[in-house]
């Protein structure tokens, strides 16, 4: 067996920072005593620094070497300086400890980080670091796109704070492989913004994303409509736990690896789509405020997926490879259908299926199960295709008809973010699906705080709860959740 470097023995014999802090700030722990080795880190930290670092371990050498190591790097380091140490460093530190013992740094640093999380989450909301015009706060997800803008940036010479969110997901499902609420995901990024040489920082939003989005999610389909949960994330949540961060680090610039573009009209922020159209995610971005889009940075919005891809293996970067996420995250494998009956009581429960005219055609087992423009699993025999045209959660009744029927000419929106002025006489492009084709429209008043949108060529499967963007010539002028669909009459 290959002996440790005469820097453990050293480390060991005289191990710096072991024992207790009696009141730490900031405390984290890693591995477990089923499986032999344990890490606890504990912190003091004065206006920016770390002013302590000990620790307790119990376990192999290479742990307890890798956490008196962490301990000497630590003490008077800045806490971005402290965000930075990668099981790397460490490894360093102790002379190379060759693979098979790469588990001890990795899980000093693991703890390391479930410290700062702890400490920076309990601070969300407060004001950090002295704010920096050069520093940039950039949402990490643990794929190939954030991992890509992080180092973008980096080569243009900002100063990168890598910000990962711990977000909710149903605990009674594994996570689907392409989601971003897994904790392979939090691993990824960390180890991401190491190899690029930043900060890491790890968020506890798991609270804040499930009430702000998982409740509006089951909320939506409990009254029978389409919500979609990653417009609400970033209109109401990820953004703003995002600009939360970056008060904390002190960094002016929020970014991500999204494919869209911020260009200035009248020297106003305002969103427009990608040069990757098939990659466009400005539909996605619909609802972000003017104070997020001012400070906001898309390093992507003028860049093709498959370059980015290519930027990533030359890179080596440990994303490089990563899979695409998927949309909705956080309700794990099987769908949303055993989600929302795990969730939100949603059981089976019989009704009609009727036409338009209110005709019995057959029976359903949940309103909640059926999609506007769903035409596979319906159940009723039919000469001619039928196509789900609406559910009524108040009499657990799905409507079906022919496909022309689908045919939406107008919706009413509520509550829309506006980022440029509309007049009602222009024409428009309207988006009501992140992958749907636009079509030319109108948007006019509707009472107070209400738009009517009024469509050229209409538009299928239109829902209550989906998200309708608007568009000039490729740049966002606002958007809105749909409250109703087909001919709205005028308000007078």
Same mark, same amino acid.
């Given at each position: 067996?290959?002996?440790?470097?005469?820097?453990?023995?050293?480390?060991?014999?005289?191990?710096? *920072? /072991?024992?207790?802090?009696? !009141?730490?700030?900031?405390?984290? @722990?890693? #591995?477990?005593?089923?499986? %032999?080795? $344990?890490? +606890?880190?504990?912190?003091?930290?004065?206006?920016?620094?770390?002013?302590?670092?000990?620790?307790?371990?119990?376990?192999?050498?290479?742990?307890?070497?890798?956490?008196?190591?962490?301990?000497?790097?630590?003490?008077?380091?800045?806490?971005?300086?402290?965000?930075?140490?990668?099981?790397?460093?460490?490894?360093?530190?102790?002379?190379?400890?060759?693979?098979?013992?790469?588990?001890?740094?990795?899980?000093?640093?693991?703890?390391?980080?479930?410290?700062?999380?702890?400490?920076?989450?309990?601070?969300?909301?407060?004001?950090?670091?002295?704010?920096?015009?050069?520093?940039?706060?950039?949402?990490?997800?643990? *794929? /190939?796109?954030?991992?890509? !803008?992080?180092?973008?940036?980096? @080569?243009? #010479?900002?100063?990168?704070? %890598?910000? $990962?969110? +711990?977000?909710?997901?149903?605990?009674?499902?594994?996570?689907?492989?392409?989601?971003?609420?897994?904790?392979?995901?939090?691993?990824?990024?960390?180890?991401?913004?190491?190899?690029?040489?930043?900060?890491?920082?790890?968020?506890?939003?798991?609270?804040?994303?499930?009430?702000?989005?998982?409740?509006?999610?089951?909320?939506?389909?409990?009254?029978?409509?389409?919500?979609?949960?990653?417009?609400?994330?970033?209109?109401?949540?990820?953004?703003?736990?995002?600009?939360?961060?970056?008060?904390?680090?002190?960094?002016?610039?929020?970014?991500?690896?999204?494919?869209?573009?911020?260009?200035?009209?009248?020297?106003?922020? /305002?969103?427009?789509?990608? !040069?990757?159209?098939?990659?466009?995610?400005?539909?996605?971005?619909?609802?972000?405020?003017?104070?997020?889009?001012?400070?906001?940075?898309?390093?992507?919005?003028?860049?093709?997926?498959?370059?980015?891809?290519?930027?990533?293996?030359?890179?080596?970067?440990?994303?490089?490879?990563?899979?695409?996420?998927?949309?909705?995250?956080?309700?794990?494998?099987?769908?949303?259908?055993?989600?929302?009956?795990?969730?939100?009581?949603?059981?089976?429960?019989?009704?009609?299926?009727?036409?338009?005219?209110?005709?019995?055609?057959?029976?359903?087992?949940?309103?909640?199960?059926?999609?506007?423009?769903?035409?596979?699993?319906?159940?009723?025999?039919?000469?001619?295709?039928?196509?789900?045209?609406?559910?009524?959660?108040?009499?657990?009744?799905?409507?079906?008809?022919?496909?022309?029927?689908?045919?939406?000419?107008?919706?009413?929106?509520?509550?829309?973010?506006?980022?440029?002025?509309?007049?009602?006489?222009?024409?428009?492009?309207?988006?009501?699906?992140?992958?749907?084709?636009?079509?030319?429209?109108?948007?006019?008043?509707?009472?107070?705080?209400?738009?009517?949108?009024?469509?050229?060529?209409?538009?299928?499967?239109?829902?209550?709860?989906?998200?309708?963007?608007?568009?000039?010539?490729?740049?966002?002028?606002?958007?809105?959740?749909?409250?109703?669909?087909?001919?709205?009459?005028?308000?007078?």
């Amino acid at each position: 067996m290959p002996r440790y470097p005469a820097i453990v023995a050293e480390h060991l014999a005289h191990p710096v *920072g /072991v024992g207790e802090i009696a !009141a730490p700030d900031a405390v984290g @722990e890693s #591995g477990s005593a089923s499986c %032999g080795d $344990t890490v +606890r880190m504990q912190l003091v930290v004065r206006g920016g620094t770390v002013a302590d670092a000990r620790f307790l371990a119990f376990g192999c050498p290479a742990a307890l070497a890798a956490a008196s190591a962490a301990c000497a790097r630590l003490t008077g380091a800045t806490v971005l300086e402290a965000l930075a140490i990668s099981a790397s460093d460490l490894d360093g530190d102790l002379g190379g400890l060759g693979a098979e013992r790469r588990h001890g740094p990795e899980m000093v640093i693991d703890a390391l980080a479930r410290a700062f999380e702890g400490w920076f989450s309990a601070r969300l909301g407060d004001m950090g670091l002295p704010l920096s015009s050069g520093r940039v706060a950039v949402a990490m997800s643990g *794929g /190939v796109d954030s991992a890509v !803008a992080a180092m973008l940036l980096t @080569e243009q #010479g900002w100063d990168v704070v %890598g910000v $990962t969110m +711990r977000l909710w997901h149903d605990p009674g499902a594994a996570a689907a492989e392409r989601s971003c609420c897994s904790p392979e995901t939090v691993q990824m990024a960390r180890a991401t913004s190491h190899a690029l040489g930043i900060p890491h920082l790890v968020l506890d939003a798991a609270e804040t994303f499930r009430k702000g989005v998982v409740e509006d999610f089951i909320a939506g389909y409990a009254a029978g409509r389409t919500p979609n949960p990653c417009v609400t994330c970033n209109g109401s949540v990820r953004f703003r736990l995002l600009a939360q961060a970056a008060a904390l680090v002190g960094a002016r610039g929020l970014a991500t690896g999204h494919y869209a573009r911020v260009v200035r009209e009248a020297g106003e922020p /305002v969103l427009a789509v990608a !040069a990757d159209r098939n990659k466009d995610q400005s539909y996605m971005l619909s609802r972000l405020d003017a104070q997020i889009r001012a400070r906001l940075m898309l390093p992507l919005g003028d860049m093709q997926k498959a370059r980015v891809r290519e930027i990533a293996h030359a890179a080596g970067l440990p994303a490089a490879d990563a899979v695409e996420s998927q949309e909705v995250c956080f309700v794990g494998e099987g769908g949303y259908q055993p989600f929302l009956e795990r969730n939100a009581g949603l059981g089976e429960s019989a009704g009609p299926i009727v036409d338009g005219d209110g005709r019995v055609l057959g029976e359903h087992s949940g309103y909640w199960r059926y999609t506007v423009g769903q035409r596979r699993g319906i159940g009723v025999s039919s000469a001619d295709p039928l196509y789900v045209l609406a559910t009524d959660a108040a009499s657990n009744t799905v409507v079906v008809g022919p496909r022309e029927q689908l045919a939406t000419h107008a919706m009413v929106v509520d509550s829309p973010t506006i980022h440029t002025p509309i007049d009602p006489a222009e024409t428009l492009e309207v988006r009501v699906r992140y992958r749907g084709r636009s079509r030319a429209g109108r948007a006019v008043p509707n009472g107070s705080d209400s738009l009517r949108i009024e469509l050229d060529e209409p538009a299928d499967g239109v829902a209550p709860g989906q998200t309708a963007a608007l568009y000039r010539r490729g740049r966002l002028v606002g958007a809105g959740t749909i409250t109703s669909s087909g001919t709205p009459p005028r308000e007078s």
